[in-house]
């Protein structure tokens, strides 16, 4: 590698926004904390801890975006940048296999258990007599009461609809990107983040029918666990990249990206897909199977 | 934003250190941040040890002689929690900070703010931690598994536990994530993947495991918050959940994190062979492909910690038969360290001594992890002392004296001075005494039927008990020694850049101590000085 002063790798100097985040994070955790165990101030120190970290994101990601800008960043230091978010996405998968796998165990294992099967006949007969195993449930003692399954079609339909075809717009504004067609760039990355904003929208909605009208609650035995966590995760999820769509767009009304330098559009439509995927997993093993 | 822009820029050139605390709370520099990792795994190893020294104390006669039993538990809990994930793994943290760039000849780490972020997370982590013991209810004493029912009956430390893993977890995955992002990414062009040296390769293995397990202990705790506070059924059989699947998802963090905080030992260990026995690492491709067979198979393995809590027979079947394959890989691991020493021109420096030792001691416990793995005896040995034995084992004379090795062997690099070699020696020979002395009779307690986590035995088990805590004294005050030696280093006789007797990889190119900034292009490299591998 030629070694022009121009083209070494960009350390910069220090800087204060990780020192802020830690104490971002200090605020935010023991306000949780103090607010679970009953104290009511917890919340506003929760909400000073959540403030402080927006703080900390904004000022950090616009002293990173001002660099990008002038052109400190070389072509490694955009490889590292890429390699990093690609790393960051799939210790996420890890965190969402993490609760599909006690999904997959309760209904493999531990349901099946309950009710007699494999050795555990005498659990049956003796903890939970007459019980018999099915899915969805919420456990032999019926836990959070009777229930409505959620099923495939109506709201979560509509959703996977919604998130496929905000996947293939966001293909487009990034060919878009590559061509120079900056309107239909701008165009179609507004309609990615439109379609990410509704898809939240319409969760909510599916959230008060479960909770109004189907008695379907987060303590709905584990049924309810499952179905709340997974889905909830994922509806942060997408609300996080909603706005990070929304960020890149207001950036491309900036002026901002160039075919050869787009690191933050590519990071945000990768982590659009992730969200996207993992809706496709909750489609078919929460909602349909 | 143009004025932010313009000062960065010129900041850019200025080469030297910030001035006052500014330096630490801001800093970028790879150099700075694997300082604040060690000398904060350094705190973490004396406050966790000095909880070890609680536990012994009590337990050096049967009765309850110092502490409630309440209290009892929770030292064997926060022990943990401290000597796992802020004395060993932020130990590896900080050596690989210091170390890789310089090893693979790169200009600092590859995402160094995030960098940053990931070290000061942990002091806030581990203070949240500790604040627990003043909590109503006391601290977490569940031990450091966490399981269901019991760590839902914390009182108010309970919250506070669960977001302090949360941040170590934070901590980990960033750290993971810059760790790839470097090796990958930043070598000097002529270094080939297969070229790295070990250290560099058994770090690149465990930021993978870091990053597909820290995540899952994350879930894991998520849930036990939610059970607790919002209700949901996870860990709860009369709603459908099981307690037991806690232990299966916990463990599949779990076991992983025991490799995680062995990889890099196993590197520090290849480097040191091999200067002080003066022939190359034997083996170097094998040792790489052993290395990433033992991550391979940690992934399938983790219910052999649980074999006694009830799952079908073909679940423990194949759960043995894949712990006892990781036999092979480890096997031929240790083999290749033997054959780089066999007919080598050897001395015995402290950081080769700790390394000799990790050798036979760390053996030790994969032996008696090979008959934890053999169902039938386990459900014997399980929750007993044998277990206690075996993972100090391969903690404490395995991963501990790796660091210790690691510490002495770039102590004169990290310094520019050499450290007191007699204190040193010192430091090896009471150390190795006294951890065999504390842990080789609980093999024996084990055996006898002696529990673990318990304040209290019967007293036949008195004699191997008081045995177990003079030597845990004394391991304890072995460490001051440590403690003077790096106090004193600055008093030593300069180090050349080389320090050892034609010592291989690229950090022994440059001045010692290492400057602030080093290699800001990739080096030329001379092969039979930089590629360990190229000697063989």
């Known amino acids: 590698m030629a070694s022009h002063a121009h083209d070494k790798y960009y350390v910069p100097h220090g800087s204060p926004w990780p020192i802020v985040g830690s104490i971002g994070l200090l605020i935010l955790m023991v306000g949780v904390s103090t607010w679970l165990n009953g104290a009511d101030i917890g919340f506003y120190v929760m909400m000073a801890g959540v403030l402080t970290i ?10 990173v975006i001002g660099e990008n800008q002038s052109g400190m960043f070389n072509a490694q230091v955009d490889k590292s940048f890429r390699m990093g978010m690609f790393w960051f996405i799939f210790s996420e998968v890890m965190f969402f296999a993490a609760f599909f796998g006690a999904l997959f165990y309760a209904r493999n294992m531990s349901i099946p258990w309950l009710g007699g099967e494999s050795n555990n006949f005498f659990t049956n007969a003796l903890l939970w007599t007459g019980w018999e195993s099915t899915w969805p449930t919420n456990g032999p003692a019926g836990v959070g009461g009777e229930f409505e399954k959620m099923g495939p079609f109506g709201l979560p339909l509509i959703n996977t ?116 995927v993992v809706w496709v997993g909750l489609y078919v093993f929460v909602y349909w199977m | ?354 390394a000799l030792a990790f050798v036979f001691l760390f053996t030790i416990g994969g032996f008696s992890g090979l008959m934890l793995a053999i169902v039938p005896a386990d459900v014997q040995y399980h929750d007993s002392y044998f277990v206690v034995a075996h993972f100090h084992y391969v903690l404490v004379p395995g991963s501990v004296f790796a660091l210790m090795a690691a510490a002495y062997y770039w102590l004169p690099k990290w310094t520019g001075h050499m450290y007191n070699e007699r204190a040193g020696k010192l430091h090896f020979w009471l150390s190795t005494i006294f951890v065999n002395l504390t842990f080789f009779p609980m093999h024996f307690l084990g055996l006898a039927g002696m529990p673990r986590r318990i304040p209290d035995y019967s007293t036949q088990f008195a004699d191997f008990n008081l045995i177990a805590s003079i030597g845990a004294i004394g391991f304890g005050m072995s460490q001051l020694v440590f403690l003077y030696v790096l106090l004193t280093c600055k008093k030593g006789a300069p180090a050349t850049a080389e320090v050892w007797d034609n010592p291989k990889g690229l950090e022994w190119t440059v001045p010692s101590p290492a400057p602030y900034h080093t290699f800001d292009v990739p080096p030329p490299v001379d092969r039979t000085v930089a590629f360990p591998k190229d000697n063989d």
């Not at chain 2, 170390?99 to 997370?121: C, E, K, T, V, Y």
């Not at chain 2, 810059?178 to 040296?197: A, E, F, G, K, Y």
């Open chain 1, 54 to 63: 927006i703080g900390m994101v904004t000022g950090w990601f616009g002293t």
């Open chain 2, 1 to 354: 934003m143009t004025t932010a822009v313009a000062d960065t820029h010129a900041a850019h050139d200025d080469h030297g250190p910030a001035k006052g605390i500014g330096r630490w709370l801001f800093t970028t520099n790879h150099k700075d941040i694997g300082t604040m990792y060690l000398i904060f795994s350094l705190t973490m190893f004396f406050i966790g040890g000095t909880m070890a020294l609680i536990i012994r104390s009590e337990l050096a006669q049967p009765g309850l002689q110092f502490v409630h039993p309440e209290f009892f538990n929770s030292m064997t809990t926060m022990h943990a929690l401290i000597m796992v994930f802020g004395a060993v793994m932020p130990a590896f943290v900080g050596l690989a900070n210091w170390m890789l760039p310089l090893q693979i000849g790169a200009p600092d780490m590859a995402l160094p703010r995030m960098n940053n972020w990931s070290f000061w997370i942990l002091p806030v982590a581990f203070g949240i931690l500790l604040s627990t013991l003043l909590m109503p209810g006391g601290g977490p004493a569940s031990g450091w598994t966490m399981y269901p029912p019991l760590v839902l009956q914390t009182g108010d430390a309970f919250p506070f536990l669960i977001f302090s893993v949360h941040l170590m977890g934070i901590s980990s995955i960033m750290g993971a994530i810059n760790i790839i992002v470097t090796i990958i990414n930043m070598r000097t062009p002529d270094m080939s993947l297969i070229r790295m040296p070990m250290f560099v390769w058994t770090w690149l293995i465990t930021a993978y495991l870091l990053l597909a397990v820290m995540p899952v202990l994350a879930g894991a705790v998520t849930m036990l918050l939610t059970d607790q506070f919002f209700g949901t059924s996870f860990f709860l059989a009369a709603g459908g959940g099981d307690p037991v699947m806690f232990q299966h998802i916990f463990w599949f963090f779990g076991h992983p994190e025991v490799y995680i905080m062995i990889l890099p030992a196993f590197g520090v260990v290849s480097e040191i062979l091999p200067t002080f026995s003066r022939k190359p690492l034997f083996g170097h491709d094998s040792m790489v492909y052993a290395t990433a067979s033992i991550a391979f198979l940690s992934f399938i393995v983790w219910a052999h910690h649980m074999f006694t809590v009830g799952m079908p027979l073909s679940g423990q079947m194949f759960f043995m038969f894949a712990t006892m394959l990781i036999a092979v890989p480890t096997g031929v691991k240790v083999f290749n360290w033997v054959s780089t020493m066999w007919r080598g021109a050897m001395t015995f420096e402290t950081p080769m001594l700790f």
């Open chain 1, 161 to 276: 609809a919604l998130l496929l075809t905000s996947s293939v717009t966001i293909t487009i504004a990034h060919h878009a990107l590559l061509a120079g067609h900056r309107g239909i760039l701008k165009t179609f990355l507004a309609m990615t983040f439109i379609l990410g904003f509704i898809f939240v929208f319409l969760q909510g909605e599916e959230y008060i029918e479960a909770y109004q009208h189907m008695n379907l609650k987060l303590t709905t035995g584990i049924y309810g666990s499952t179905f709340f966590m997974l889905t909830g995760f994922h509806g942060m999820h997408v609300t996080l990249g909603a706005i990070m769509l929304l960020v890149i767009w207001l950036r491309v009304m900036k002026g901002h990206f160039t075919a050869d330098k787009h690191f933050a559009f590519e990071a945000v439509a990768w982590y659009w897909h992730f969200v996207d």
